[in-house]
């Protein structure tokens, strides 16, 4: 008799895994966990009293998985997921299927499909996203594969993803690595909406004086309208949240070094491949890699002084951060269309706008609106074209203006919002001063130039 109970096996049950196994398990599925640290194993089996079966011997696991098997791993991205994948190869059989969950980069993923399907294995790269409570009551699932692969799974992630209106917060992102393409995307994102938020923090106190509870009840009040989103409502929290080791608020007491894991570092490197520009996304990790150079900031405001205070309108600053974050989609969906056409994804962008609409960080309530410009028109260049997402640019573009022109005249840095300004100016910009670059590079180079009245190749003698 088979010992195989199990319809679904997970691999890592650290922060991610051991809370979507519990949501698996809330949701109906028969699923099995397997954790490397036998002591962690045995603990979170403890913890379930009963509902969960926790392996620390990988063979075991993979034996109480029903065959063909489907096994997702939700591990530190590198080198883990080689050394799971290579751990489990020896108990695997035709058709097994494997999913990874965490946030490798796509083109690790290409090199796992390859190799996986070389030995007979099924393999799927997916996206994962809403942090600990998103995976424990309704994460974003970006899974990239083909339609049969997704049937095989689908299901399970159906029933634990986040839901709009019924409709399951997990869909197929396109082919191939497309799911960690997106995700990383979705990151890059992530990253410049963090810093524009900090950034607006950053004039509102320092520039504008306003006290902590003053920031924390505007964030908390912008939460209700048009800028509701899971950033802006945990931003109204972390504000106002005091500190329990000495008097003030906890937020002024955590040291001004912003960490990364990298994916925004992979979707600036990617668009520069690409040649699809994100000058928020490029500015908001170059902000974190400035944040980490504390004592040359230090040095620095002792030889040229510290910035100086502003006035800006509440109003203005609400506007400033609505244009960046419809300005961030912007860029991250236009990068993930050029990535399609370049990789092959055959990605549909009312899709991916369809999943981050809830349980991801990025969810905000501009992501319905931003479904249907796609729906409306799959072939939509650029979200910037389309009639309702310009109306709502067009009245928020002059408060971005504003804040943008007082900090820098102040001198506060709002590196992410003064380069999404510089990105619309640039895209409405119907000409541009390239001409005089391509007349440079002639002149130096021998690099020929294109005329706007006639056809063919110039060269100029220019000196
Ligand atoms: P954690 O650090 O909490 O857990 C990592 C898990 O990987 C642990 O269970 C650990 O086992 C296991 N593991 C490692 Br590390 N090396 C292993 C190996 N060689 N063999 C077997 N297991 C191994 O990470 P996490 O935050 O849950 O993230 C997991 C993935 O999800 C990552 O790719 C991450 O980028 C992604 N992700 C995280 C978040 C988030 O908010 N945290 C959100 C979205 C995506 P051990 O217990 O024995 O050390």
């Known amino acids: 008799m088979s010992d195989a109970n199990y319809d679904f096996g997970l691999i890592g049950l650290g922060t991610m895994g051991h809370a979507l ?8 599925n028969t699923v099995v966990g397997y954790n490397r640290t036998p002591s962690k194993a045995a603990e979170i089996e403890a913890l379930s009293e009963g509902r969960l079966k926790v392996y620390s011997d990988l063979e075991a696991f993979v034996k109480s998985i029903r065959k063909p098997r489907a096994i997702m791993l939700l591990v530190t991205a590198g080198k883990a997921v080689d050394d799971v994948i290579a751990g489990m190869l020896p108990y ?25 399907t070389e030995k007979g294995f099924g393999f799927m790269g997916m996206g994962v996203s809403g942090g600990e409570d998103g995976a424990r009551f309704g994460p974003s699932m970006m899974p ?22 019924g409709v399951p917060c997990v869909a197929l992102m396109g082919n191939g690595s497309a799911g960690h393409y997106v995700k990383m995307v979705h990151n890059g994102i992530e990253y410049g909406i963090m810093q524009a938020i900090a950034e607006v923090y950053d004039v509102l106190r320092r520039g504008a004086g306003k006290d902590m509870p003053y920031a924390a009840n ?36 955590i040291s001004d070094k912003a960490r990364a894991k990298g994916t925004g570092k992979w979707t600036s490197q990617d668009a520069m491949d690409l040649g ?59 990068q993930i269309r050029a990535a399609s056409a370049e990789y092959g994804y055959e990605s549909n962008l009312e899709t991916v706008a369809t999943v981050w609409r809830a349980g991801c960080i990025i969810r905000s309530v501009q992501l319905e609106p931003i479904r249907a410009a796609f729906a409306k028109n799959p072939d939509l260049a650029s979200l910037l074209l389309d009639d309702a997402y310009a109306a709502k640019l067009k009245g928020c573009v002059d408060g971005l203006r504003n804040v943008v022109a007082s900090a820098q005249k102040a001198g506060i840095p709002v590196p992410v919002l003064s380069a999404s300004l510089a990105y619309f100016d640039g895209i409405r910009s119907g000409r541009l001063p390239a001409n005089v670059i391509q007349a440079q590079r002639d002149y130096f180079g021998a690099h020929t130039y294109e005329r706007l009245d006639q056809e063919g190749s110039f060269h100029s003698k220019w000196a």
């Open 144 to 165: 990239g594969g083909t339609p049969a692969q997704y049937d095989r799974v689908g299901k399970v992630f159906e029933s634990v993803a986040a839901k709009v209106d």
């Open 218 to 253: 505007l964030f908390h009040t912008w939460n209700q309208g048009e800028l509701a989103s899971f950033l802006i409502e945990i931003t109204a929290t972390v504000l106002k949240k005091e500190d329990e080791l000495a008097d003030g608020w906890l937020v002024d007491k």
């Open 276 to 334: 699809i520009p994100v000058p928020a996304i490029d500015a908001a990790v170059s902000a974190r890699e400035l944040s980490e150079s504390k004592p040359l900031r230090q040095q620095a405001e002792a030889i040229y002084g510290s910035a100086g205070t502003l006035g800006v309108s509440d109003q203005d600053l609400h506007d400033a951060l609505l244009a960046t974050m419809l300005l961030s989609y912007a860029m991250g969906l236009t």
């Open 92 to 116: 695997l059989e035709p058709d097994d299927f494997i999913i990874d969950g965490g946030n490798s980069h796509f083109r690790d993923t290409d090199r796992r499909i390859g190799y996986m």
């Open 21 to 28: 196994l519990l949501n698996m398990l809330d949701n109906g």
